[in-house]
């Protein structure tokens, strides 16, 4: 009785997360393009036809959670291995022993947690039972298979990507977690829809964070004198003050780094982005994640200033993406010390800005007739093409055909800078824009190509 008791206290104590983890594919939610009815995963689990398979997405998407419904819907022994605790040795007897399960008919299911973080030697122990059929292995990671899994183990896998959540399935999880026994069912508490929305919302696709918010606002709420318990914005908004790190090797300070990282090549500083760059490599990143953000950083922060930017940086990803580390580090250092000492023109960037801004913010404009394309009766008909001029048909190779709609007449994107390259682009587009006011109305050769 005594034993039954601790049992249920720490049913009771545990966090909300574990306590709501499904147990069936029926109370599983989301990831319906694998499980869902008729889906490939969902059958092979429910007739129990597994074979080795490769979970990837980020965290808090089911995919542990998956793995522990394929156990107990298997008719296979299961194992449960983890990276930091288990050395060659266990991987040893464990297959020794899937090896005579193997010989009387037995299998087994060997589940590896983050298994990116099993070295090659652990993953090359695996490979010969996985290839004899000793074991049907089942890993889960966060980090590019491709990358951090043997090739020869990856190809005897089937990978199946799990996407992060819908912020309708967090909802669902959310309002499950409210009226369960298992959650919160047996409580009165009171939280408004729009502040549930809000936690699905911070969740960002990640149904731990989204469960883990939510218990920590009960657990500060406070109680009325009905008995009811009430979670106020207020406390919401303290439990919601730091978003879940969706990409996260070594916590907060991956987020801090890059930061640094991009700042100090915005500032010209190439000492500095050579040293938050390695900073990063030396906490175990992955260089070609840093390579990307180069490309990126090569047109939001250089773009038409040198225009050789962006080609460079795609050279050091590929650079990376052959080499791997640590002989890619060069060529990452290559490309911050280079964008660093780059002309800087953001641009490209506030130019992206204020055309999504307008295409949200108003209606959604009709391409003009004259720019339309006129390919059948009908649309010659309907004045398709009418007025097109044909540019290379034009002594100075322009027109002043109007080609945004007649809403956005006048509006100006992309407002070129003096820096670097980027000067001559100015006087050449002010020299276009002069020219097209300056010009006369008629002036311009029609010459009805498309």
């Known amino acids: 009785m ?8 720490r049913e009771r104590t545990a966090p909300l997360a574990s306590r709501l983890r499904p147990e069936s594919l029926d109370e599983y939610v989301g990831q319906k393009h694998l499980v869902g009815p008729g889906k490939i995963l969902r059958q092979l689990i429910e007739r129990d036809q597994i074979s080795s398979m490769i979970f990837w997405g980020p965290p808090g998407v089911g995919k542990t959670t998956l793995a522990r419904i394929i156990a107990r819907q298997t008719r296979a022994e299961f194992v449960e291995f983890s990276a ?3 050395g060659i040795k266990e991987v040893k007897e464990v297959m020794a022993q899937a090896e005579q399960n193997r010989r009387l008919g037995i299998r087994t299911l060997l589940f590896a947690d983050e298994i990116h973080r099993f070295n090659k030697a652990q993953q090359d122990a695996f490979l010969p039972y996985v290839e004899k059929g000793s074991i049907i292995l089942v890993g889960a990671t966060t980090e590019n298979p491709s990358f951090e899994i043997n090739s020869a183990l990856l ?12 912020e309708s399935d967090l909802l669902e999880l959310l309002h499950h977690a409210l009226s369960s026994s298992k959650g919160y069912g047996t409580m ?7 502040d549930l929305g809000a936690i699905a919302r911070f969740a960002n696709g990640d149904a731990r964070t989204a469960l883990n918010t ?3 606002a009960v657990l500060n709420g406070r109680m009325d004198e009905n008995a009811v318990l009430c979670v106020d914005k207020e406390i919401l908004s303290q439990c919601m003050n730091r978003r879940s790190l969706l990409y996260d090797k070594n916590g907060e300070e991956h987020y801090n780094l890059i930061s640094a990282l991009h700042k100090s090549m915005r ?7 050579v040293y938050w760059m390695y900073r990063m490599l030396d906490g175990g990143e992955d260089p ?3 390579a990307r953000r180069l490309i990126r950083f090569a047109s939001e922060d250089v773009g038409m200033a040198d225009s050789n930017a962006l080609p460079l940086a795609v050279s050091v990803y590929q650079a990376c993406h052959f080499l791997g580390m640590p002989e890619c580090d060069v060529h990452l250092a290559h490309a911050a010390v280079y964008l660093s000492m780059a002309p800087k023109s953001n641009a490209l960037y506030t130019a992206c800005l204020d055309c999504k801004k307008d295409i949200r913010e108003k209606p959604g404009a009709p391409v003009p007739l004259q720019i339309r394309n006129a390919p059948t009766q009908l649309m010659q008909d309907l004045h398709y093409g009418e007025g097109y001029i044909y540019a290379h048909d034009t002594k100075e190779k322009l027109s002043r055909m109007k080609c945004l709609p007649e809403e956005l007449a006048g509006r100006r994107y992309y407002q070129p800078t003096e820096e670097g390259e980027e000067a001559a682009v100015k006087r050449r587009l002010e020299e276009i824009l002069c020219w097209k006011e300056e010009t006369p109305d008629g002036a311009d050769q029609d010459g009805g190509k498309e």
């Open 2 to 9: 005594e034993q039954l008791s601790l049992f249920d206290d």
């Open 267 to 273: 500032n010209s500083d190439p000492d500095a982005a």
């Open 214 to 216: 939510l218990e920590m």
């Open 288 to 290: 070609l994640y840093i």
């Open 155 to 166: 190809s005897r896998c089937k990978v199946f990507i799990l996407k992060a959540l819908e």
């Open 84 to 86: 930091v605790t288990s």
């Open 188 to 194: 009165k508490i009171s939280i408004g829809e729009e």
